[in-house]
């Protein structure tokens, strides 16, 4: 397996080459690529320091799988170009994620799509993974008629240059920022309803992304009523979802509990007053389920409180998780 | 009008003695009453220094009205003794909300609840009055049969000791903080989904506050069906809360927007892509509606984003609207 990482100077590039070092299926060093103003970074992997280069159709030449965290717009040059290359591509951005012929792919609930052919596999926005983790085991086990979500996300989604800025107006409190470039009003002490650009309806692209995509991984239609309100908080990294679901019958904070202590990938808390937070998980792969409660007006209603490191399940591992399941497939069609 | 401010030291009761220097009504100094830690201390009003007096049962002998903003426990002690000296009470604590004797108060929603006569009035919980400002204009107009919240509430509603320890903890960052005592987990750069003492059936007080003070102040019961998850997030001043209606008919945004742009103390955003921020509306007595969005699955569901300063239209700001109107109906009864 010959593997690349582009945007590998970028945050979740970094968690995808970290994340790829103890991948046993990984037995030579991944090309890294980047822009043209990142090439000649040195980054280190397995004790060794690799160089960055500039990303170029050659370099897709001798590459079987390449991880994309570059945005939307390399994704959309590249991608095609690394497919005609005969790469597969896992791509982290949202360019592909709607398209057709891309499946958008959480393993561990529909990780069937993943087929080891050249082409594009997309992996989900952040708050979608870790949504859609907790929601759809209870989709399979009793049928869920309804999603609404509040996102409380952490800054380190928006990029390097994000964190660093949440930093230096935290320093300058209690001064609101007028400048502030990488967010749409001052982020220090402050909570931002309003993720990526505007979408219809009165939406921003966030929540348009969390209602769009939770209907394609779960492969559902209209029938998946799902809202969403997409928040930006004054948290590093660690997304927190406020759910409520709707489902087909009664179901207690119980049944939901038991079905998502048998979800891989997800932890649950059964005491509904404890609870997980972002500063707490972060750095960890997993999806933290906790106040699993029953509506108070409603017997098929529950509430619960979904946290994730969103540069991790929400982003580079679950790529990863991908890249190994596809490293699996080649090895075992090699081995037949 | 005698009147004294039980909790004076307090941030709200500071807010309370702010706000009603420039109360006409007003034409006397207001007794400062505190613990006997606080007694002694100094507090400027109308340029002029007062002085704190620590409470007793002959401090509200002269007293023909008094704020009380000192937890529920000062008032469960205080109110009663107050009450029986021919005192009103405006109490912002939690001890007499629920108190079928007791009205709850929200001037815009509920105001003719408001009798001259000596007793006790509750000013709602702070989270409660800002949703309450924008729910009700649209229970009246079209019929709202749920109201499902997810809040996210500044510091300062635990107090001057939560406001410094956020500050000391987000000096400390990237130290998590294990012995902090306003908060039950790390608050710097986190969410944590906990507010208040556990309730029934996995809740915590908040979330019960809202679910059970909505309905009193709107006077609706079961029928009302209403959720809450309560977070609390670094932020200073201002609560923000993301709201989901289930009108009884269909509602459009725009219908939704004209109602609340007729609500007084309701300031509304007719551009749903505009929004306010709890730094940005800090300091302000109103409460601000915007992001009035359709619910992409439902064209009877609306969702809107609800901020307002809880120290002043969440506690101080409310209990001095109520103290107005009990000034202006004693007036008009000593002129009739």
Redo the contacts between chains.
Sequence with gaps: MRTAILGASGLVGRKMLSLLESCPWLNSDPALLTSPRSAGQEIEFRGRKLICREVSASAFHQIDLALFSAGGAASRTWAPVAKNAGCLVVDNSSAWRLDPQVPLVVPEINGFMINPKPGIIANPNCSTIQIVMAVAPLDQAVGVK?C?V?T?QAVSGAGQKAVQELLDQ?RDYPA?QTGTSAYP??MA??????IGA?TE????EEETKV?LEMRRIMDRG?DL???C?A?R????T?H?A?V?LVCAAATT?AQAVATLQNSPGVQVLA???D?H????IAGSNDVFV?????????DR?L?M?VVADNLLKGAAWNAVQIATEIAHQIAADKQG
């Design positions: 309804e609404h509040t409380l935290t609101i009003r001052t002490f402050n909570v931002l309803p309003a505007k309806g009165g939406s921003y209602v209209l009523h799902v809202s309100t928040t908080v004054p948290v590093m660690g927190s406020a409520r904070p005491d509904p007053h609870f937070t972002a500063r707490e906790s106040r699993v409660r029953q509506d108070p007006g409603c209603s509430l409180w």
